[in-house]
């Protein structure tokens, strides 16, 4: 302290801080050479004897002390890059460094030897020594490689100007001056460069926020190099930074995605485990960290059970990425076994050299259980579409492309080498007359119109004749905005239940002794040509056929001679009429024949009309042989024109069996046209029609009951029917008063206030706790009005009742004019929740054809085959085939007209499930059977 104080007495320290900073900021050289100047006398004398043993002592401790200084800059500059194979920031930093004035060149090795970066300055004059410092990048025992530093002659200048203050020393106090000016400037030049190596260390220790100050280190080569190590720390501060926030980053990544992740080295052991792959291996990061991965993932095959490698192995072995193989088995620390799906990959440096594998990895269990389960469904569904004959087709709309299966293909019969076909060869394969409607129905399920596509059709059975397919299918797939993109379906070989359809229709049609048209198709085509012959302004006829005293032939020589004579007759009478014409068996002995394209003229109508009646009389004349034995019979013939007037087909009929009836009456053999004195009974219906006009306001309408009972005699519904209690006449016929209502409009007033009364009673039985449900006839009349769905809603919401309790019946009739029109109608009545019911089923043409297509719920087997129950074996048949039909396609059966108990009892044997008829109740008031069932 007693020295410092003498110095700063003599040399105060305002003055030598100012000589410092005016001489830290002249170059180095220039520096030395003004201290040169100062003892350039004793360093003459000195350098003769001393010179190289002074000058070599100080170039040692030189380096000596330059290598403590530039091992933690270069450490702290070059180590992590070094780590991190960052060969630009190697290079960057070695170039700062060669700036330098004493440095020479820059040598940078890696841990194999291999020169990453040599930068040499301009050349210099070099140095008599070696001056090269050699500064291993190490971090604990791991080498990374090595930096060399070879000084030029410019750093001999701090050595050089250390001697001559030496030499000065030993000269003496003369010199003193001198060399405490050398060893002031050696002290500060020390704190400098002490500062620089207190800032190195820190960043070497981690500290990136250390600085140098080197604005604070003036403007000579050391201030230089503080400000080069300043930026260089503050870069690397960077740098790290950024590494902290992307390991971060990465980190957070795995740690929540949802697969496993394992990572390790290039000898196989555990670096990482992110949680999913913890929880899935039962084992925690800290316990499998350093382990080998085969003891922490343990996997096996999932079907024979044996261990399977892992694929990390195959990838430090290919340097590719590997997944497993299907059926693979994770298995825990604690046993439980998980099927997984992963892959491996490998993990690279900067080099490109592998130094480790990432496996990632999901547990399957589910996904593998509902494969398994799909696969068995798939299995069992081939074994039952094997079974049941089915074919599974498959169509692609976005290419037309149809695959098939092995069944689809024998149906369509498409060689076997081919999977598929397009959706036009399809439709080609189909016969031309079942193209149309096929396509269009496949259109309107496209379009949402109908829930499924249904559709049957013939193709070429590969022998010359056609195949029925039915094929049913549903759009599986669809586009982004909603369109169908896949259609999946079956096809089934429906040829049997095709012509077992038919045989029912033609015995539904026609009789099957004689094989003549019946009384349904014989009513059907009456229809058709009295409605033609109102069209085109001609006439047509109707004759009644009876025979005269066949009884006796049945009675003498039994049924068999009987049955062969009636064929022969129809025969002899179908050869007497044109191919226009049309010739009936009603039943019995009566045969009806429809000769049609008369004349307009009445007379001449008349005429044609019985001449081919007589002609028919007489070609019964000649006789008949049966088996050897002559057969004479005549017949009684008559005869109904038609248009007349309003007169309904049922009506001609009865016309033509009343004239034929008079034939009788005049000695039999005779042919009789209907007395136009008949006439009378079109003008009481014209009576009536005026009356019924007014049975609406004056409340004349009562609503009737009829009971349906199920097959042990119990109750379960009744139908709702109409009557007309008249002020004079009492109660009217419903076949008098309900066609009229049709053909005057009156039936849509009349059926609104149907379905009103009937859901009004159908609310008095729900509040009395009785389950029966209540069916109501729907004429076309009121099934075509528009907003007939709209009024049958509001009666429901109205009388607060269910719309499931129910029915309404419609007849075959509906649906052969403005077919499309009333499926669309009845669809959306469907829609609504009431039953739909087929009354008198079996007597239209489209039976067959809409009982799958029409939402029905319900038909009624009509009393023309119950009648006949239980001894006509043709009656018989067609209930039995109807009721299967229905089994099949799960519709309610109802059978109308049950008489007797034989009927029923022949009923329940065939399996039907309910019945309505005389013999469970008549028609009676409604408040009739609601007391009956209150059991007042």
């Known amino acids: 302290m007693k020295s410092s104080h003498a110095r700063a007495g003599w ?28 003892i350039a006398g004793v360093v003459v004398l000195l350098a003769l004897g001393l010179g190289w043993w002074a000058l070599s002592l100080g170039a040692q401790r030189l380096l000596a002390a330059q290598e403590r200084l530039l091992r933690p800059i270069v450490e702290a500059a070059l180590l992590t890059p070094m780590i991190e194979r960052d060969q630009a920031t190697v290079a960057e930093v070695v170039r700062e460094l060669v700036r330098g004035e004493s440095i020479d060149r820059v040598v940078v090795l890696g841990h194999d030897g291999r020169v990453w970066q040599e930068v040499a300055a301009p050349a210099s004059p070099p140095l008599p020594w070696s001056s090269e410092l050699r500064i291993p990048l190490t971090q604990g025992s791991l080498y990374f490689g090595e930096v060399r530093v070879r000084l030029n002659a410019a750093a001999l200048a701090d050595a050089a100007g250390y001697l001559v203050a030496s030499a000065l020393a030993v000269l003496g106090i003369g010199v003193g001056v001198a060399v405490w000016l050398l060893l002031g400037w050696g002290r500060h030049v020390g704190a400098r460069l002490a500062r620089l190596e207190q800032a190195a260390q820190g960043l070497a220790r981690g500290d990136f926020s250390r600085r140098a100050g080197g604005d604070d280190l003036g403007c000579d080569e050391i201030g230089q190099l503080g400000r080069v190590f300043d930026d260089m720390a503050a870069r690397i501060g960077r740098t790290v930074d950024q590494l902290v926030v992307s390991e971060s980053r990465v980190s957070a990544i795995l740690q929540s995605i949802g697969d496993g992740l394992v990572a390790t080295d290039a000898a196989m052991r555990v670096t990482y485990l992110n949680p999913i792959a913890q929880a899935l291996t039962g084992w925690t990061e800290a316990e499998a960290l350093g382990r080998p991965v085969s003891e922490i993932m343990r996997i096996a095959n999932a079907l024979t059970g044996q261990p399977v490698d892992l694929p990390i192995a195959r990838v430090l072995e290919t340097g590719h990425i590997v997944g497993l193989a299907n059926h693979t088995e994770l298995i825990a620390r604690d046993g439980t076994r998980r099927h997984i799906s992963d892959s491996a990959a490998p993990i690279r440096d900067a080099s490109g050299a592998l130094v480790g594998v990432v496996m990632v990895f999901h547990d399957v269990s589910e996904a593998y259980r509902l494969r398994t389960s799909l696969e068995d469904n798939r299995t069992r569904l081939a074994l039952a579409l094997e079974a049941s004959g089915f074919g599974l087709w498959d169509l692609q709309l976005t290419d037309d492309s149809m695959l098939l299966d092995k069944r689809a293909r024998e149906l369509l019969n498409v060689d076997a080498s081919r999977t598929a076909i397009s959706r036009g060869e399809w439709v080609e394969r189909m016969h031309p007359e079942d193209r149309m409607a096929a396509q269009r129905r496949f259109s309107a399920h496209l379009a949402g119109e109908v829930p ?8 070429a059975d590969g022998r010359g004749g056609w195949r029925w397919l039915g094929s049913r299918g549903r759009v599986t797939e669809r586009l982004a905005d909603g369109s169908p993109r896949r259609v999946t379906g079956t096809l089934a070989d429906v040829s049997d239940r095709k012509a077992a359809q038919a045989q029912i229709q033609y015995l539904a049609f026609y009789d099957v002794l004689t094989g003549l048209p019946n009384r349904r198709l014989l009513q059907d085509r009456l229809h058709q040509a009295e409605a033609l012959a109102r069209r085109v302004g001609e006439r047509g006829a109707l004759i009644f056929i009876d025979l005269d005293r066949f009884k006796n032939v049945n009675d003498s020589r039994g049924h068999a001679v009987g049955d062969q004579l009636l064929q022969q007759v129809a025969a002899r009478l179908g050869s007497r009429l044109r191919a226009a014409d049309t010739l009936a068996r009603l039943g019995g002995d009566e045969f009806v024949a429809i000769v049609t394209e008369l004349p307009p003229a009445l007379p001449v109508a008349g005429k044609h009309a019985h001449e081919v009646g007589e002609s028919l009389r007489q070609a ?34 009865s016309s033509a069996d009343a004239a034929m009836y008079a034939a009788k009456q005049q000695g039999r053999d005779r042919v009789c046209f209907f007395d136009p004195a008949m006439q009378q009974a079109a003008t009481e219906r014209l009576q009536l029609e005026n009356d019924l006009h007014d049975a609406l306001t004056r409340g004349e309408l009562e609503l009737y009951l009829q009971p349906q009972v199920d097959a042990q005699g119990r109750t379960v519904a009744a139908e709702a029917l109409m009557r007309w209690r008249h002020p004079t006449k009492g109660l009217v016929n419903p ?39 209540i069916s109501v006839n729907v004429s076309a009349r009121q099934l075509r009005e528009a907003d007939f769905v709209a009024r049958l809603q509001r009666i429901l919401g109205e009388e607060g009742v269910f719309a499931s309790r129910l029915t309404l019946e419609i007849t075959e009739s509906m649906l052969l004019t403005d077919a499309d029109q009333v499926v669309a109608r009845l669809y959306a009545l469907h829609r609504t929740g009431v039953k739909l019911s087929i009354d008198d089923f079996g007597t239209g043409y489209s039976s067959m054809t809409y009982l799958k297509q029409l939402p029905l719920h319900e038909i009624k087997i009509d009393r023309a085959f119950v009648d006949g129950l239980p001894d006509d074996a043709n009656d018989s048949t ?15 059966v109802v059978a109308e007209g049950v008489e007797t108990d034989a009927q029923a009892e022949r009923l329940r044997a065939l399996g039907c499930p309910r019945m309505q008829g005389y013999l469970f109740g008549r028609p009676q008031p409604a408040e009739h059977y609601l007391r009956q069932w209150l059991g007042h």
């Open 620 to 653: 019964l004349h000649a006789p008949f042989d049966i088996g050897g034995v002559s057969y004479h019979i005549t017949a009684s013939v008559g005869i109904a024109l038609f248009p007349d007037g309003n007169r309904s087909a049922d009506e001609l009929l």
């Open 452 to 459: 499924t596509y249904e559709a049957e059709f013939r193709v």
């Open 878 to 892: 067609i209930t039995r085939a109807i009721l299967g039909l229905a089994r099949d396609f799960g519709l309610q």
């Open 735 to 773: 076949g008098a008063f309900i066609p009229l209502a049709e053909e005057t409009g009156l039936i849509v007033a009349m059926g609104d206030w149907m379905l009103q009364r009937a859901c009004a009673m159908l609310r008095r039985l729900d509040d009395a706790g009785l389950p029966i449900e």
């Open 11 to 38: 040399w105060p320290g305002k003055w030598r801080t100012a000589l410092m900073r005016r001489i830290d900021a002249w170059p180095f050289r220039v520096q030395i050479g003004w201290l040169t100047a100062v």
